[in-house]
């Protein structure tokens, strides 16, 4: 399969610990986003990186969250201390500049 | 900061009637405009896209949408739906100036049978 690729599908942790996500994205793919879904809402955007430079954080974004992608092709999306309403689906997507999104499955973070 | 604006969350119809689902947005510069479409279980995907030329765009399974410029809107057809399109489905715009690809919070559409 050669779409984009998120690990793990599910996380659940303990509030207060951090946990870190991946998503690699198509390969030729220049820019890579970051959202967060609740049941019932759209995707919320977080933040996205062209190449390896991370262009634009949301405000949902605080500072226990932080995102890398060092060689401009698989990223990494970190939480610190954990809390409860950070539960959500985490998603990926991929796109070569404003062509259409590719998104991933999905991490489903639980934080009890 | 842009917005989408989505009516009506929860759509229940019967199969062989016809969708429309509605989508505003707040940016007045050039933008790309998305529906896509979220089947349960499954990862979002791709219903049909407008970037310029015919305002009138055709997707995937019988789907079409309508730019209309004046109106800041990108509503969303099928004429006649059938069971396998029960699903989720989400605007979203992606304006030239900072390319945040934002969506709407979605229509829950349940077809009966």
């Known amino acids: 399969d050669t779409g984009v690729s998120q690990d793990p599908r599910h996380k659940i942790t303990k509030r207060g610990q951090n946990v870190t996500f991946r998503c690699d994205p198509i390969s030729e793919h220049n820019r890579l986003y970051w959202y967060r879904q609740t049941l019932g809402q759209g995707p919320e955007f977080l933040t996205y990186?062209?190449?390896?430079?991370?262009?634009?954080k949301s405000r949902l974004l605080s500072d226990r969250f932080s995102a890398e992608r060092p060689k401009g092709s698989f990223s990494t999306l970190e939480i610190q201390r954990t809390e409860q309403g950070d539960s959500a689906m985490y998603l990926c997507a991929s796109r070569i500049s404003s062509a259409e999104a590719f998104f991933g499955q999905g991490t489903r973070l639980t934080v009890v | 900061a842009q917005s989408v604006s989505q009516h009506n969350h929860h759509v229940i119809l019967s199969e062989a009637a016809s969708l429309e689902l509605g989508c505003n947005y707040s940016y007045g510069g050039t933008v790309n405009l998305f529906w896509y479409v979220q089947y349960p279980g499954q990862h979002l995907q791709l219903l049909l896209k407008?970037?310029?030329?015919?305002?009138l765009v055709k997707g995937i399974k019988g789907f079409e949408a309508e730019f209309i410029k004046s109106k800041f809107s990108f509503n969303l057809r099928k004429p006649s739906v059938q069971w396998s399109d029960t699903a989720e489905y989400f605007c979203a715009v992606d304006d030239y100036g900072n390319n945040r690809l934002a969506f709407g919070k979605g229509n829950q559409v349940v077809v009966i049978p």
């Open positions: 990186f062209q190449n390896e430079a991370q262009l634009e």
């Open positions: 407008y970037f310029s030329g015919d305002p």
